[in-house]
């Protein structure tokens, strides 16, 4: 009898310290909020989710619950590239630059066959205007066999070449990025405008043909119509595509800024000009579309804005009655600005900026561009 209480009392001590383990185990973790706590718990799964919901934040202008959720990702998967690739773009989109290099870089590290980081990376250092590095990250994307995104990838090296002055190079990577994929609405619409600037007319014409196989017609196609026509010297095709820009848009700015244009040159004068030699109305270089990030994709319609020379800050003549163009419907990018930061000065959600002025998801603009800081669709006279 003293043998068998004496191993009763052994096995309650047991069962009391395994208790005390699994008391101190659970106090120590504590599972995070809004999870129940479970023995197959899968931390990389949550991860995934946090993830998923810090970037519907983000989509949403909510950036303080963005960052919560970004970091418990990375609590419960420190070593997730996808945790650090998430919190890069965070980063990069209030403008904190460094933090933000810092986060592809580990992404990178944990992941470094990854060709959507990889491109990401190119992108931000583009905008950075790091284009060596850049390129050879966008390199290291397109060579990758599993990579379903090249003529992404080929678009982005486009843009950062233009970033550059590189023109000849901007135009063989977007043929290259419409060879892989012949329907890519943006590349051509991206590089009828190049054409343009470079005074290729013809081809101009031929790649907006392409261009509206795929998209609708819009104020923004319409004015690359007319600033085309004029180029070849087609007096009365420009002002057929103007009048249907004044018949569909009236109020819009592009609007006005075809109404201001100086009468145009006769035909036989402007066969004259050199062939690189753009029109007169065409002088101002056209502002490249920003790069592109698949973070978060946005579908939108696949017209690009045309730009406006027009400076939001310019004094109109009168107090009582402002033309389109005179309102403080545009933001001219000046040097050091993001669109962050751009948001927050016309009071703005961060992602009405993108949808408005048809950005990437990354928010990448670069100096000199126009942005609309409302609705186009809103502007009337």
């Not at 994709?297 to 406006?308: D, G, H, I, L, M």
């Amino acid at each position: 009898m003293y043998e068998f209480l004496k191993g009763q009392f052994t096995m309650a001590r047991r069962l009391i310290l395994v208790c005390l383990l699994v008391l101190t185990g659970c106090v120590s973790e504590p599972m995070p909020e809004g999870f129940e706590r479970s023995d197959d718990f899968d931390q990389v799964e949550a991860a995934k989710t946090r993830i998923s919901l810090g970037l519907t934040y983000l989509k949403n202008g909510n950036y303080s619950q963005a960052k919560v959720n970004l970091d418990r990702a990375l609590e419960f998967a420190p070593r997730h590239a996808d945790a650090h690739y998430s919190m890069a773009y965070y980063y990069q989109l209030v403008g904190e630059v460094k933090r933000a290099q810092e986060y592809y870089e580990n992404a990178l590290s944990l992941d470094p066959r990854n060709p959507d980081i990889a491109n990401s990376y190119g992108a931000f250092l583009c905008q950075q205007g790091d284009y060596p590095k850049a390129k050879s990250f966008f390199d290291k994307a397109v060579n990758s066999q599993t990579y379903a995104n090249s003529a992404e990838t080929y678009e982005n090296m486009a843009l950062c070449s233009l970033s550059q002055g590189a023109m000849e190079d901007a135009v063989k990577y977007l043929n290259t990025a419409l060879n892989h994929q012949p329907t890519r609405a943006k590349s051509l619409f991206l590089l009828s405008e190049v054409y343009i600037e470079t005074g290729e007319y013809q081809n101009a014409k031929d790649t907006l043909k392409r261009y509206l196989r795929v998209a609708r017609v819009s104020a923004e196609s319409l004015w690359l119509a007319v600033q085309i026509e004029n180029g070849l010297g087609d007096e009365m095709s420009a002002k057929g595509y103007g009048d249907m820009l004044l018949q569909l848009y009236p109020g819009h700015p592009l609007t006005a800024r075809y109404l201001a244009l100086e009468p145009v040159k006769s035909p036989a004068k402007q066969v004259t000009q050199k062939a690189k030699t753009q029109p007169v109305e065409q002088q101002q270089p056209v502002d490249s579309v920003v790069i592109e990030k698949p973070v978060v994709v946005v579908e939108k319609s696949s017209t690009q804005p045309a730009t406006s020379t027009t400076r939001p800050d310019v004094a109109p003549v009168s107090k009582t009655e402002k033309s389109p163009t005179e309102r403080e419907t545009q933001h001219v990018v000046k040097a050091g600005e993001n669109l962050y930061r751009i948001s927050l000065q016309h009071n703005v959600k961060l992602q009405r900026l993108i949808e408005w002025n048809q950005l990437d998801p990354s928010g990448a603009i670069k100096q000199g561009m126009t942005l609309w800081v409302v609705d186009p669709t809103t502007v009337n006279d």
